[in-house]
């Protein structure tokens, strides 16, 4: 089965998680992707959940293996 692919893209703060829960949420073929980063989890968030938290060795490595469609560093 092939599907869509939709971005959610915005500055932080504006509220991508609260529209991505809701879609989620009202629309049960609709899945997340959880994506990766080197900053420090902030309170209430879990990792693999939210974000995966990665170091930055393990980033980098992730990089140097082409394990990511897209990066920002």
């Known amino acids: 089965k092939r599907g869509?692919?939709?971005i959610i893209s915005a500055p932080a703060g504006?509220?991508?998680?609260t529209l991505v829960q809701m879609l989620t949420k009202e629309f049960p073929c609709v899945v997340a992707?959880?994506?990766c980063t080197t900053r420090q989890?902030?309170?209430r968030e879990t990792d693999q959940v939210d974000y995966?938290?990665?170091t930055k060795e393990q980033?980098?490595?992730k990089i140097a293996e082409g394990e990511f469609l897209?990066?920002?560093q």
């Not at 504006?14 to 998680?17: C, D, E, N, Y």
């Open 41 to 43: 989890p902030r309170q």
């Open 4 to 6: 869509l692919v939709f």
């Open 70 to 72: 897209e990066y920002v």
């Open 33 to 35: 992707s959880v994506s």
């Open 14 to 17: 504006t509220g991508k998680t």
């Open 59 to 61: 980033f980098l490595q």
């Open 52 to 54: 995966h938290f990665l």
